[in-house]
């Protein structure tokens, strides 16, 4: 039985990627991969090194998790290396801690490697800080997906009327709704959100506005995109940096 690398891809910038994941990468003999993961690590393989590609759709999965895992298992079965490789962070929304216990259960030997979160990263690409002093103290990282078939709303919304900045993935969809509610729960129109589309690619796009006026700006935007909301997004005025470059 092999040993289960789970293990983060960074947000998309290929340089982004950690020395430990790119060492495992080259060491795979198998890599079972996810949409979020920039390919070009693929090509970093050792030759003769098995793909899957067990890819999810931003809202909808292609493949339910639970046959991931199986998946994942399975090739452990099989090969001495196997290297799961997710976007970001294997644990920022990255069910990587359900493919960990999985396989405990299975008793597979694992390790975890961080990957540079989009969550932070992306905003950073953007000239966003999450954090800023003077500005705010703290930043959430929150998921704008709702399971569509409860009626009640998961998201606690009265936690957020604090100053905190706060991160929004999975929520290009819902971008009209976590607007509305944010006001609702006495936010001003006027506060700051930006939208970054494709966050450390060559594509990157930052979208400006308010919480009155980004759903119109933003919404056609292409996946994958996160939502920073708060007084931070004005220092892209003195921080933007990489569109800048590449523009
Ligand atoms: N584990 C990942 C997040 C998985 S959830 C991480 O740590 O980054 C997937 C969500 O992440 C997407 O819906 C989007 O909101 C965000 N995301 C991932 N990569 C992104 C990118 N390059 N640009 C913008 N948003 C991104």
């Given at each position: 039985?092999g040993k289960?690398?789970l293990?983060?891809a960074?947000?998309g910038?290929i340089d982004l990627l950690?020395?430990?994941?790119?060492r495992?990468?080259r060491?795979?003999?198998?890599?079972i991969?996810d949409?979020?993961?920039?390919?070009?690590?693929?090509k970093?393989?050792?030759d003769?090194c098995e793909?899957v590609?067990?890819?999810?759709?931003?809202?909808?999965h292609?493949?339910?998790q639970?046959e991931i895992?199986?998946?994942i298992?399975?090739?452990a079965l099989k090969?001495d290396v196997v290297?799961r490789l997710?976007?970001?962070?294997?644990?920022v929304?990255?069910?990587g801690?359900?493919?960990g216990i999985y396989l405990?259960?299975?008793g597979v030997k694992?390790?975890?490697?961080?990957g540079?979160?989009s969550a932070?990263?992306?905003?950073?690409?953007a000239g966003?800080?999450v954090?800023h002093?003077?500005?705010?103290?703290?930043f959430?990282?929150?998921t704008?997906h709702?399971?569509?078939?409860?009626?009640?709303?998961?998201?606690?919304?009265?936690?957020?009327?604090?100053d905190?900045?706060?991160?929004?993935?999975?929520g290009?969809?819902?971008?009209?709704h976590?607007c509305h509610m944010?006001i609702?729960i006495?936010?001003?129109?006027?506060?700051?959100?930006?939208?970054i589309?494709k966050?450390?690619?060559?594509?990157e796009k930052?979208?400006?506005?308010?919480?009155?006026?980004?759903?119109e700006?933003?919404?056609?935007?292409?996946?994958?995109a996160?939502?920073?909301?708060g007084?931070?997004v004005?220092?892209?005025?003195q921080l933007?940096?990489f569109?800048q470059e590449?523009?």
């Amino acid at each position: 039985m092999g040993k289960v690398y789970l293990t983060g891809a960074g947000p998309g910038d290929i340089d982004l990627l950690t020395i430990k994941a790119l060492r495992v990468i080259r060491e795979a003999d198998v890599i079972i991969y996810d949409r979020l993961a920039n390919p070009e690590i693929l090509k970093e393989a050792k030759d003769g090194c098995e793909f899957v590609y067990v890819g999810k759709a931003d809202s909808h999965h292609t493949l339910p998790q639970e046959e991931i895992n199986e998946v994942i298992y399975q090739n452990a079965l099989k090969h001495d290396v196997v290297v799961r490789l997710k976007g970001g962070d294997p644990f920022v929304f990255g069910r990587g801690g359900e493919e960990g216990i999985y396989l405990r259960e299975r008793g597979v030997k694992f390790e975890f490697i961080p990957g540079i979160t989009s969550a932070i990263a992306v905003p950073e690409y953007a000239g966003i800080p999450v954090t800023h002093r003077g500005v705010t103290v703290s930043f959430r990282v929150v998921t704008g997906h709702e399971s569509k078939n409860k009626d009640h709303s998961q998201i606690p919304w009265e936690n957020y009327k604090t100053d905190d900045t706060i991160i929004f993935l999975m929520g290009l969809h819902r971008l009209a709704h976590i607007c509305h509610m944010l006001i609702k729960i006495g936010k001003s129109k006027d506060y700051p959100v930006a939208v970054i589309s494709k966050g450390t690619t060559p594509e990157e796009k930052t979208v400006i506005g308010t919480l009155e006026t980004i759903y119109e700006k933003a919404k056609d935007l292409p996946t994958p995109a996160l939502i920073v909301v708060g007084e931070v997004v004005n220092l892209r005025e003195q921080l933007n940096w990489f569109e800048q470059e590449n523009a």
